[in-house]
């Protein structure tokens, strides 16, 4: 079953935004749930976690520029990208856990993972 879907990827020019959303089955913990990226030839990165709805971590390369909020009632998680820059081009992921985990940092190891959305960003 899916438990992650991704939406709203697209291409923009340098300095344009986006918005991603995801779509997070009640099936994950809506505890520490994340955004990841992966550009081609490099390995998975964390973009922001979110804890608790209201806790949230970012990587230094984003920090500023992307806001990741949660929505329970939707059960829906966001990422808001402004100022995008050609290095943000990559397929980004959204990620969830199990119940039960009570840990959450951008270090956190996450077991659930949606499709992908590409995220284009042209100089």
């Known amino acids: 079953q899916v438990r992650l879907a991704e939406s709203g990827g697209g291409s923009v020019q340098a300095g344009g935004s986006l918005s991603l959303s995801c779509a997070v089955s009640p099936y994950v913990s809506s505890r520490c749930l994340g955004w990841f990226r992966q550009a081609p030839g490099k390995a998975r990165e964390a973009v922001a976690v979110?804890?608790?709805?209201?806790?949230?971590y970012y990587a230094e390369s984003v920090e500023g520029r992307f806001t990741i909020a949660q929505d329970n009632a939707k059960n829906a998680l966001y990422l808001q990208m402004v100022n995008l820059k050609p290095e943000d081009t990559a397929t980004y992921y959204c990620?969830?856990?199990?119940?039960?985990?009570?840990?959450?940092?951008?270090?956190?190891?996450?077991?659930?993972w949606g499709q992908g959305t590409q995220v284009t960003v042209s100089s």
């Open positions: 990620a969830g856990r199990s119940f039960g985990l009570t840990d959450c940092s951008i270090n956190a190891s996450f077991s659930y």
């Open positions: 979110i804890h608790y709805g209201h806790t949230t």
